[in-house]
């Protein structure tokens, strides 16, 4: 069974810094594209960067120059650097990975990871 969990949330004053990860673990062939997204109180969860698995970047345009998405492929991990934090910020953050079970699938699947509270107040 395939898992990712997230892990770094926590409470942060308006422009500070917070680093999040997100592990997979299972028994899987590969992962391709992963991503965050994040959902706030009463909105619907919105994009805020992605990766492929050669490390292009993808970025919501609210998030271009103060968040970086990266990852480490052996370690199966992504990460997200959060800089400049704004109260705007608050909110669920979701990882997301596109996996292939196996070798000879076709196709990946989506799984995502339980979520981490990020919370931007003084």
């Known amino acids: 069974q395939v898992q990712l969990v997230e892990s770094g949330g926590a409470l942060v004053q308006p422009g500070g810094s917070l680093r999040l990860s997100c592990a997979a673990s299972?028994?899987?062939?590969?992962?391709?594209?992963m991503g965050w997204y994040r959902q706030a109180p009463g909105k619907e969860r919105e994009l805020v960067a992605t990766?492929?698995?050669?490390?292009?970047?993808n970025y919501a345009d609210s998030m271009k120059g103060r968040f970086t998405i990266s990852r480490d492929s052996a370690k199966n991990t992504v990460y997200l650097q959060m800089n400049s934090l704004k109260p705007e910020d608050t909110a669920v953050y979701y990882c997301?990975?596109?996996?292939?079970?196996?070798?000879?699938?076709?196709?990946?699947?989506?799984?995502w990871g339980q979520g981490t509270q990020v919370t931007v107040s003084s």
């Open positions: 997301k990975g596109m996996i292939r079970l196996t070798g000879w699938d076709p196709d990946d699947y989506a799984y």
């Open positions: 299972g028994r899987f062939f590969s992962i391709n594209d």
């Open positions: 990766i492929t698995s050669v490390g292009t970047t």
